[in-house]
């Protein structure tokens, strides 16, 4: 059977460590699993909790524990250094994965050639709460994985593709891991299990889900970047453009996505529902594409004068 790896970012979360951990405990592929913990600024609450489990792991756990605060992407990239499976799954601190849930994604992987596996779930408002807002995405195909985050927050991917994929974008805050899936959903089909993955927070506190401005930004850069025009609002182009569009920024380095997602250049644009509509946005893309940043902003600035949408 094959081995999974878990990576967890956990900051200022004391009230859901016992029963995160706990959870981890009992998910039936236990047995199976190497859980990579990373800590920003831990707490003596958050110590005593883990001081109390480290035995219950049996050796299969490694604890990660940073004096300053890092970003949950930036935790996930260090996570990714220890990985020693087959496949790597995320899993946030304050969700809660049902207990086959990574035995159904881990059994879809080992029998199928999918390179990523997905699954229904459940909304919440209240931590604990089981009962809310269902997803579940079957049926989908690869592109609508492409132009919304259908993955959910318990994906499950292969760890061979972290070559090709390098890691989560550190330029983003909030939406990495929609970056991430977009890259990943490139690879090929997307598995979808039939089975409830778990059960997500949305208590519109958290970072993904109170970012605000911050998350509007940051989601439409990534629309520009892929060319979704259809679903790129105007409004946020120069917020978009502070962006590192034609890189991914992992650890301190910097790839070309074209290395990262190599069919990029046909798929720019093929995303869009209306590509008519924004010709506009077309000739931004092919200036993306040739990564070169500052011809690339003048020609913008040339190209919204021109179509008389914008004056800088």
Known sequence: MSSISVISSIYNSEKYLETFLLNCINQTAFNRIQFIFNFSLPTAGEMEIVDSFQGKFKNQAKFIFNSNLITVYEAWNENLKYVDSDYIAIWNVDDY???TSLEMQAHFLDNSDVSSVA???TIVDRYGSRSGHYVDHFGSQVNQFMRGMRHGPFFMFRAKDLEL???FDEQYKICADYDFAVRLSSLG????TRGSLGYYLNSR???STGGGFFLDKERESIYLRYGIFDKFNLTFLPDALHFDLTR???RGDSYPLS???QNYIEI???LSQRPDDYFWIVQISKRIRAKVQRRFRIALSQILKNLKLLSF
């Open 165 to 167: 994929l390098r890691g």
């Open 259 to 261: 290395e990262s997602m």
């Open 119 to 121: 699954g229904p779930f």
């Open 268 to 270: 720019i644009g093929s």
């Open 205 to 207: 506190s958290g970072v």
């Open 97 to 99: 994965r049902t207990d």
């Open 189 to 192: 089909e997307v598995g979808y």
């Open 248 to 250: 991914i920024h992992v």
